[in-house]
């Protein structure tokens, strides 16, 4: 039996996990409010993160349990050393893998067309605010240019579709009508994706996706339009265009519309624990397996003992007032 029917069988009606989200490092050259305290979160020292080689060793053997898409991620993935080179260590494992990166986009015109040389497929920008202070004070310390430079640089080197990702926060940033021009000068896709208050906030800042739509139809009129490869996770993720635009708007809203029975995701954080659920408080410490010297074989076990957990247990809802566990902050775990 293949390992996604062996899912399918231990959960019936689940998805199949075949999206991996790697965490490259903890670090981030930003510090978005919502993401990090303003003193920013303790660093995982060098030896604490996986080397390239430990997490190649590791996506090689989620590949042979029925990984198909690999997204890298952060902290900041582009201020780790060395991106590029391990986007065509992935690469090389199956040319055939969609690779992709979700980025803030800084780093991303010094490094777009190495990046897609490399073999990367597709890149998420995340940009919550089109007006430079308010990007500044969601940040803390980012230049609004130096992002939206990125994301052209990503369309010219090929990156598509491009996504932008947009968390808004209630009384912050949450006029969504910039980005419906930005859909109409550029052709990428902005997804509104709900903002999760499992972290720094206790849920004043929370503001629905059909908020955020119904404001968004008193300006423009949205029709409902065909979702790009690798939209989100089906039943909490929606799609519209309207005249005019060259790109999509849509609204990811995985606190109104709970998805754990469509969610397909593995995740791997950078310091080495593999988690089947955003809110798995531990995970399981791959790092250690591998530094004990698990084999491809071994590292498969594992992973595919914790998918069929996963596939079994079900839903994962986190409880009114959840938090994750202290330290454990997006910017570790890579959203
Ligand atoms: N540095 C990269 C970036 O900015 O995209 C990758 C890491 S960041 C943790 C990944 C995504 O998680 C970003 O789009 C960010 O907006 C999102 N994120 C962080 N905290 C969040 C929260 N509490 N709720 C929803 N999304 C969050």
Known sequence: MTTGAKQEEEGAGRSVVDYLRISITDRCNLRCIYCMPAEGVSSLSHREVLTYEELETFTRAAVSSGIGRVR???GEPLVRKGAVGFVRMLTSIDPRQKISLTTNGLLLARYAGDLKEAGLRRVNVSIDSLDPERYRGITRVGDLTGALTGLRAAIDAGLGPVKVNVVMLRGVND????????TRELPVHVRFIEYMPYFNDPGRWFISGEEIKGRLERVVPLEEGDAPEGWGPAGTSSCFTFPGAVGTI???SPVSCHFCSSCN???????GRMRTCLFDRN???VKREIRAGADAGRLREIIEHELARKA???????????RVRAGDH???IGG
């Open 72 to 74: 890298v991620t952060g």
């Open 175 to 182: 006029d969504p009508g910039p980005f419906a021009g930005l």
């Open 250 to 252: 849509g609204f990811i």
């Open 265 to 271: 995701r593995l995740r791997i954080s950078a310091d």
């Open 283 to 285: 995970g399981v410490d």
């Open 312 to 322: 079994r247990e079900g839903d994962h809802k986190p409880a009114p007032g959840a």
């Open 330 to 332: 997006m910017s570790r």
